[in-house]
């Protein structure tokens, strides 16, 4: 409805004009009568209020009213305004799976493999965000940040018991010791030389997530991250520039153990490997098989694995009392740096104590995690900014390029110093920098059957104590450099 207004002039001597009043009484000045507004003079507005005038109202004909705007012309007049709304939990939820799910279902095809499915999900909660499907900051990442990622900690590390490592890794081991011995003179040599200034603060908190990423695992890497504050760009950018470098790491390490013959030749598709081992409660993860054994283990080159659903709930309630573990003795404590070292600590000592209990949880503790992991990635992506990932990833990939090339050369020279089997160093570097999972893939293909298991356990040796490497080194060495 608009104000339509025919004044009288007052009577009276002429004043000079004061200064606007607003008018509570009267809605002269919503938004309906803006215009009508913009026309009436600071004389005739002081009249108005003073009750010097008269007026009638008239309705505006129904053609010439505007229809209020929609959603489409909202967007295009606040391109920040995402497709799916933070608020929208549904949304959400379902764009952040679909991601993660992606970059599970992208290691099968050759560039996903060549990438890594982390890297992939990353990518792709990155451009979902920048091109306003999904929002930068929603209630739902704070979610995962801080109920889901702590949760698949203790899913991956319930076969952490130390004391099979120590039996059964043998000299790789002594290894993989000095592939991590290698990492961290690698990470100072690496920041001494690429300081990476341009980031600030966070330059010493990415390399100490990197020198626990390429002593342990992707884990690490963000658990290192958590504890020290880095910011979504910065970690989403060393994600990214870390999985470049490790592609071309992995191929180098194929291509120094070329001719290093196998044990036996590679079996063909459809073929069973008898593996004995010494342990009779034995469940072994090989790539995507998971398989358990009594005395025995029969690995099969290709097939499907069935999740335990008895064992997975187990595994995810065990979880669960985990975590509220590691809160409560974080905040008992007065801990800094947040529950996750405190959850990784309490998950390793549980898993040593009870290797038998948590060894059969394992196979669907790891199948969550790797889901969880996923959606964590994808929440990396989405936090970020394709701009600044793009202007900060060339001083973190010269880092790592420095960092795992320093790494390559101290763990070739003084393993040969001590006289120690080429693939036994190759295998250590690769559980280093890639984790038990590659591996153990390293030794299947290449035919190193004997070094299956041992390598797997001396990379999830290298998670159990990465984080708290790289929290140390970071706070009492990186910081000060």
């Known amino acids: 409805m608009a104000l339509n207004f025919t004044f009288s002039p007052s009577p009276t001597r002429r004043r000079s004009p004061p200064s606007p009043v607003a008018c509570p009484s009267i809605p002269l000045f919503s938004h309906h009568s ?7 003079s600071p004389l005739i507005t002081r009249k108005i209020k003073l009750g010097n005038f008269n007026w009638s109202p008239t309705k505006q004909s129904p053609e010439k009213r505007k229809p209020p705007p929609s959603s489409f012309h909202v967007r295009a007049l606040n391109p920040s305004l995402p497709i799916i709304s933070p608020s929208d939990h549904w949304g959400t939820w379902t764009a952040l799976f679909a991601a993660g799910a992606f970059g599970i279902w992208s290691e099968k095809t050759k560039i996903g493999s060549t990438l890594s499915g982390a890297l992939v999900s990353t990518l792709v909660g990155l ?17 995962v940040l801080e109920f889901l990622l702590p949760l698949a900690v203790p899913l991956l590390l319930f076969r952490a018991d130390m004391r099979r490592v120590i039996q059964s890794t043998g000299t790789l081991l002594l290894a993989f010791l000095i592939g991590s011995v290698a990492t961290t003179i690698g990470t100072l040599v690496a920041f001494f030389l690429v300081p990476m200034r341009s980031l600030g603060q966070d330059s010493w908190k990415i390399a100490a997530a990197l020198m626990g990423r390429h002593i342990g695992g992707a884990v690490n890497y963000v658990a290192i991250a958590d504890a020290l504050g880095v910011s979504s760009s910065v970690l989403a950018a060393g994600l990214a520039a870390d999985n470049v470098i490790c592609a071309v790491y992995f191929t180098t390490l194929f291509a120094l153990a070329a001719n290093v013959p196998p044990e036996r030749e590679p079996l063909p598709s459809g073929v069973f490997r008898t593996i004995e081992i010494d342990n009779p409660s034995c469940i072994l993860y090989i790539g995507n ?12 080159s290709n097939g499907g694995n069935k999740l335990p659903v008895l064992e997975s709930a187990t595994a995810l309630a065990v979880s669960f009392v985990i975590c509220k ?3 409560f003795l974080t905040k008992y404590l007065g801990i800094q740096g947040g529950s996750l ?7 390793v000592v549980l898993a040593t104590t009870f290797p ?5 949880l394992a196979p669907g503790g790891e199948a969550m995690a790797l889901i969880l992991m996923q959606v964590f ?4 992506g989405a936090n970020g900014s394709i701009w600044n990932v793009i202007s900060t990833a060339p001083s973190i ?6 960092q795992i090339a320093v790494h390559l050369a101290l763990i070739l020279g003084v393993g040969k110093l001590f006289g120690l089997e080429l693939k036994l160093l190759l295998l250590a570097s690769n559980a280093n920098v890639g984790g038990p999972t590659t591996a153990c893939g390293m030794a299947t293909v290449k035919g190193w059957s004997s070094l299956v298991v041992p390598s797997i356990l001396a990379g999830i040796f290298g998670i159990a104590i990465a984080t708290f490497l790289g929290i140390g080194f970071g706070v009492k060495v990186f910081k000060y450099m």
């Open 34 to 40: 803006q215009s009508t507004h913009r026309r009436i």
């Open 127 to 143: 451009a979902a965000s920048n091109v306003g499907l999904i929002a930068c900051e929603a209630p739902a990442y704070q979610v």
């Open 289 to 300: 098989h998971v398989l358990e054994c009594d005395g025995v283990v029969n690995v099969e």
């Open 325 to 327: 573990a590691g809160a």
């Open 341 to 347: 070292p405190a959850i990784t600590a309490i998950v």
């Open 356 to 360: 038998k209990q948590f060894s059969h």
């Open 377 to 380: 990635f994808a929440v990396v």
């Open 397 to 402: 990939f010269l880092f790592a390029l420095v």
